[in-house]
């Protein structure tokens, strides 16, 4: 997927509808999640149970040296995530989810790049599949999430199978007519722009361009 999407669900809805049973975490609500900023992902725990905690985008890999200069990619590939030196730990030992409830894809036309808006035909949020590293107290930058393209939708069950055995067979797009989408406004395309107004539709732009 690209690098934006809406976070607008507040810490409660999510510990609702992915069952998490931490204390709730602080996550600022944003019709424009970009990179480096803190988001709200559903992981397990030690102890087996479903935590949501707020980590930074952008994956800093178990190896980095230089915490400040590291490569900190913020999506994975599904055809390279099980062999790349960059993701494969993190892939086997650190799986999480990372709720969306609209994300933003791009469509070029004779106007330029179109954003369009995508989200789930029934409401429900959509569910990316996510990888993270934790570094240790006092490290900068600390917990870092790394999220991935939208070939990684699977819908609600996914968040019950999103598991250790199996995962690389989950690594496929969404089923048919399950996602709408919708042209918004290029104000998407800057990450000083918020709130709902991004995710209003725009007239005039037909919706097969996408």
């Not at 069952?19 to 900023?37: I, K, Q, S, Y």
């Not at 996510?130 to 609600?156: F, K, N, Q, S, V």
């Amino acid at each position: 997927m690209c690098g934006r999407y809406a976070s607008f669900l507040p810490a409660e809805a999510l510990a609702r509808i992915f069952g998490t049973v931490n204390p709730l975490p602080n996550f600022e609500c944003t019709w424009n999640m970009a990179p480096t900023r803190e988001a709200p992902v559903v992981r397990l725990a030690r102890d087996g149970q479903r935590h949501l905690d707020a980590l930074k985008w952008g994956l800093l890999p178990y190896f980095a040296k230089d915490l400040k200069k590291a490569r900190k990619p913020i999506n994975a590939r599904s055809e390279t995530v099980t062999t790349s030196r960059m993701f494969r730990e993190a892939f086997i030992k650190r799986r999480c989810l990372v709720p969306a409830p609209i994300y933003y894809e791009g469509s070029d036309d004779l106007k330029g790049k179109t954003p369009f808006a995508v989200a789930r035909v029934d409401g429900e949020p959509v569910a990316f599949a996510g990888i993270w590293e934790e570094w240790p107290l006092g490290a900068d930058p600390g917990p870092h999430a790394g999220h991935h393209r939208t070939d990684w939708l699977a819908g609600l069950a996914w968040r019950s199978r999103w598991r250790p055995c199996g995962a690389a067979a989950l690594l496929r797009p969404a089923p048919e007519g399950v996602l709408r989408f919708w042209p918004v406004d290029k104000k998407v395309g800057n990450v000083r722009n918020d709130g709902p107004g991004l995710i209003q539709p725009i007239p005039d732009i037909e919706p097969s361009l996408l």
